[in-house]
């Protein structure tokens, strides 16, 4: 009798763990199908090439970046979250599927960015934006090349430590990366897992 009753009870503490991890697991979002226009394939062979000039690896193009790096160009387009005094280019509105945020020069919503990938792709790592483009009219592009967007993350002493890991960001081994380019606007994405995802391809 008392082998059934002790058996009964770890039975329903096993069931109790089991409801209660798939109640609190969050599911990871799907990444969607994602295309790179020939501009976009040209500013990722770009920077690669920049890489390999500096001694340093190839980084694998990811498609959950990818996506990301283009629905921030086009929020930043269509949505202008960066029009404040306050906010610069790494900031999101709140007209999408992602949490909004006004990026301040003091960082304090860096998290909000990083998380981007992890709130719209089934990337599960930190990503880390560079960006060219802005709703202020003095810091205004008509358009944007991938020639034109290189050349001044080059000239930005900050965005170039991004690219060629200097600084702060030796330490990271970037397995992923993901490009956008959209009326104006470029951004790329970095981060340093890989992504289990396939690369995107060239839209037709």
Not at 29 to 36: L, R
Not at 37 to 42: D, L, T, Y
Not at 162 to 171: A, E, G, M
Request: glycine residues 4%; charged residues 25%; contains cysteine.
């Amino acid at each position: 009798m008392h082998q059934q009753l002790s058996t009964k009870i770890v039975l329903l503490v096993f069931s109790l763990t089991l409801l209660t991890s798939s109640v609190c697991k969050k599911s990871q979002p799907v990444t969607p199908e994602t295309c790179i226009s020939a501009e976009e394939q040209k500013l990722y062979t770009l920077i690669m090439e920049y890489r390999k000039k500096n001694n340093l690896p190839s980084i694998p193009l990811s498609k959950s970046l990818t996506y990301v790096a283009q629905q921030h160009c086009m929020d930043l387009q269509k949505n202008k979250p960066d029009l404040s005094d306050k906010c610069n280019a790494h900031s999101w509105s709140g007209k999408g599927k992602w949490s909004s945020c006004c990026y301040t020069p003091d960082h304090k919503q860096s998290e909000c960015m990083w998380n981007k990938p992890r709130e719209l792709t089934s990337y599960k790592d930190n990503g880390y934006e560079i960006a060219v483009g802005s709703s202020k009219p003095m810091y205004s592009h008509d358009d944007v090349t991938a020639e034109g967007a290189l050349k001044l993350w080059q000239e930005s002493v900050h965005h170039n430590n991004v690219i060629l890991n200097k600084d702060i960001w030796k330490d990271n081994k970037w397995g992923a990366i993901g490009v956008g380019i959209y009326k104006g606007y470029s951004t790329v994405w970095f981060g340093d897992s890989k992504d289990e995802e396939k690369e995107p391809v060239l839209c037709k």
